[in-house]
């Protein structure tokens, strides 16, 4: 009996079982992705037109994005109150909002519907929040497959939960908007003592590479699973017993990584490795460098270096940094180099946020995320209308796969850029300037408006969009540290709902808006001159409805380009962090 309480102490105290709760926490986590499956439904139920929705829809990329409360409280409260916040914000929010939508609240004001989405949204940056620490501190290790995978899981979530919905087969399509209330709350709710910090440092294991590969291939497979589901769902009507089975079965597959921590539980194997483990040789050998030194030793390389080391072939200026660097650490244990304490930090080392506030670097992420993740936002944002404009009447097919695109776009994000940077010590941006491109194709396949380019577009845009959060965290935690994560990782989020703000709230809705005063113009001409039209606008029954290509023509045109600036500011952070990736893992290759 003893021995049983053991293992399972074991077990509740595995990293592995906390980084599945996460990744079960994220399922239901991106509430956001749905926002094109509800719009259409208050839209329709509170009279709003275009720019209406666009309002709301800044105010969801507000909430989802403003985190500096979440990444406070999750320095001060233990992860499992972070979570108990965000499910209260998740469920007072857009329980609200039901409540107007079906008509058993009275209708509020506009902007206090922004609100009211701001705050059950901005619940999600809680289970980020929380599921990222833990992550991040339990596999020190892994940061990028970590990111990418908990990112991605994220991302996946507005299919999880359009797949649920149609389990319930209610003819009340405001029943969405009640379990975006209740769904993602009683998940953090049930997992939030699971979700914490437990010594991941001292659980290395040589398996752990068999179980990223693990994970990866159930991700490949859900993925796929959902989209076959949805589109046989799309083409085929299915009875009620079907989705119930394939429901069934998506609840399996989210449940076949709980394994991993089992067997590592209860296999005869099972013991805690030493911390040892984790030291490198370099460490091992130098004991009387200590690990602030270390950190130090970095940035000495960067002075102490000569200049033509940068113009050397990259093998050889791998060489040579990694000598400088285990010359400088020798000299330092030895007591022969003083190592300087710098006032300011340097790259790799670890950056405040207003430290990193006046580095070029930190802006060029800033707005080279702001042009890319902004534009595929506002895709998402305006997907319900899009696909209408274009005479898909089903627009949740469209959301769940531009939620599955994203999830695959995270999730690879993360294992690509994590190869260049390990396998070729090569900046990690390089996989965010390819994003970027591929964003761009996505939003000229939406412009021209052929058929099935719907199709091909949501696949770009989710990929492109979804990379990009699993690349600038993990770039983010290299190029300025891991000690005010949570500060640097907040601020450049606040990049999203700017770029929405001014490509959607402005530039996407006015246009759609004036493309559908003309067509209503031409279907009605004497009804629509002048004042009139104001008149007429504000007393219409049906709000303004924009129909053919030429509704998101110009949208995607200038998101098109602004992608194309985005992939350029990246490849200059390339240019100017080459030597620094040298430095971080140059030496592994060697």
């Known amino acids: 009996m003893v021995r049983l309480k053991e293992r399972f102490s074991l077990f509740f105290n595995n990293r592995w079982l906390v980084f599945v709760a996460a990744m079960w926490i994220q399922s239901f986590a991106g509430i956001g992705y749905l926002f094109g499956s509800i719009s259409p439904i208050i839209k329709s139920s509170l009279n709003y037109n275009q720019r209406q929705i666009a309002r709301l829809g800044v105010a969801k990329d507000l909430g989802d994005s403003v985190g500096f409360l979440a990444g406070t409280l999750s320095e001060i409260l233990p992860l499992w109150a972070a979570l108990l916040v965000g499910a209260v914000q998740n469920f007072i929010g857009y329980g609200w909002v039901w409540l107007i939508v079906t008509g058993r609240s009275p209708t509020l004001p506009l902007w206090v519907m922004c609100l009211l989405i701001f705050i059950g949204t901005n619940g ?3 289970f980020n929040t929380a599921a990222l620490v833990s992550g991040v501190q339990n596999f020190p290790k892994s940061r990028g497959p970590v990111v990418g995978i908990l990112k991605g899981f994220a991302g996946l979530g507005g299919a999880i939960m359009t797949q649920i919905y149609a ?5 009340d399509h405001a ?39 693990l994970i990866y291939s159930i991700c490949l497979i859900l993925a796929s699973y959902l989209m076959g589901v949805m589109l046989v769902q799309d083409l085929i009507d299915v009875s009620h017993t079907v989705t119930t089975i394939f429901t069934g079965i998506l609840f399996v597959l989210l449940l076949i990584p709980v394994v991993i921590p089992i067997s590592l539980t209860f296999s005869q194997e099972t013991r805690v490795p030493s911390e040892e483990a984790l030291l490198s040789e370099s460490q091992k050998q130098d004991p009387g460098v200590s690990g602030h030194d270390q950190e130090i030793i970095f940035s000495e390389v ?17 060489k040579r940094i990694a000598q400088l660097q285990a010359k400088l650490a020798q000299a330092a244990a030895e007591g022969a180099v003083r190592v300087k304490r710098r006032r300011t930090p340097h790259r790799g080392e670890d950056f405040t946020l207003m430290q990193a506030l006046i580095k070029a670097d930190f802006w060029i992420i800033f707005f080279s995320l702001l042009f890319g993740s902004g534009s595929g936002l506002t895709v998402i944002d305006n997907l319900g209308q899009m696909s209408q404009s274009l005479g898909y ?12 695109w994203n999830f695959l776009g995270r999730v690879g994000g993360g294992y690509f850029s994590e190869i260049i940077v390990r396998d070729h010590a090569y900046p990690r941006h390089a996989a965010m300037a390819v994003a970027q491109v591929v964003m761009a194709f996505g939003h000229f396949f939406f412009a021209m408006g052929w058929p099935g380019a719907m199709y091909i577009g949501t696949l770009l845009v ?9 690349i600038v965290p993990a770039a983010a935690s290299e190029l300025f540290g891991l000690k005010n994560f949570g500060a640097l990782y907040n601020f450049l989020t606040i990049a999203n709902p700017a770029g929405s703000l001014v490509f959607s709230g402005v530039i ?7 493309e559908a005063e003309k067509q209503a113009q031409q279907r009605h001409p004497g009804q629509w001159n002048g004042a009139s039209f104001l008149s007429s606008f504000l007393a219409v029954d049906e709000p303004l409805k924009c ?44």
């Open 124 to 126: 999600e940056t809680y």
């Open 167 to 171: 389990l319930i087969h209610s003819p």
């Open 175 to 213: 029943s969405l908007i009640f379990m975006i209330a209740v769904g993602p709350a009683m998940v953090a709710i049930a997992l939030m003592f699971i979700i914490r910090p437990v010594g991941g440092h001292r659980q290395v294991r040589p398996s752990d590479g068999f179980s990223f590969s």
């Open 302 to 318: 960067e002075d102490e270096k000569p200049k033509d080391v940068d113009l050397l072939p990259a093998l050889e200026r791998q």
């Open 393 to 404: 009447d089903n627009t949740h097919v469209f959301v769940s796969m531009i939620s599955i």
């Open 462 to 470: 989710g990929l492109g969009y979804g990379a990009h959060w699993a």
């Open 508 to 514: 996407a809705s006015s246009i759609y808006d004036s």
């Open 547 to 590: 129909e053919g290509a030429i509704c998101f023509f110009y949208t995607s045109l200038i998101l098109c380009g602004l992608c194309i600036v985005a992939s350029i500011l990246s490849m200059i952070l390339v240019y100017r962090t080459k030597t620094v990736y040298t430095s971080l893992y140059g030496k592994s290759r060697t």
